[in-house]
């Protein structure tokens, strides 16, 4: 069981690059483990770290002033294979959305059975949102999934999301979760049919 999304009131991080595939979010060589635990660490590995294991000061998760649950991302995020340990490794390391223009459908439905919003808005919409985080970091990002929105100060954009994921992330199940919750109706259906 994940925790509960109902709405998140955070900053967040801008990373206006597109085109990000699952091997930049996390190399295959950290692959190893079946555990969905310690994969924060290696988020964006290649990125984050030169090659003697030290901080690229210029990348944006190194960078101080950038915080949040948020990631802002640029269009077409979650490219390439369908590995899952990207939506573990992204959930790992603290963030409970994913904000772009495009999601690659492997990807997004990944992270919707591990616990990720991924929020998919307009790429007017976008682009105001990386000004608006990289000019003011602490800027807050309000999103509320009951009701499908995301909104920064007077600017809000409405986001779909498939019922069932929604009533799951609300409910902090996952798809075993969701049966388990459905046990009781289960039962009185299978003796109404005995």
Partial sequence: MKE????????????????????????????????REGFGENLFRDWRYDNDNQPIKSFVL?????????????????????????????YDYGFRVIVSSFFADIFKNNALNNGLLPIVVSDSFLLQLLALIEEKPSTEIIVNLENQFLQVGSVRENFEINAYK????????????????LNNEIKKFDLAHS
């Fill in 4 to 35: 509960k999304f109902t709405t998140l009131k955070t900053t967040g991080v801008p990373l206006a690059m597109e085109n990000i595939d699952t091997d930049q979010i996390i190399p295959a060589r950290f692959l190893k483990a079946t555990t």
């Fill in 62 to 90: 190194n960078d101080a002033k950038y915080s949040g649950k948020i990631l802002i991302a640029g269009k077409n995020f979650g490219c390439g294979s369908s590995r899952e340990h990207a939506a573990w490794s992204i």
């Fill in 166 to 181: 929604k009533t799951c992330l609300m409910s902090g199940y996952d798809d075993i979760d969701y049966l388990l919750s």
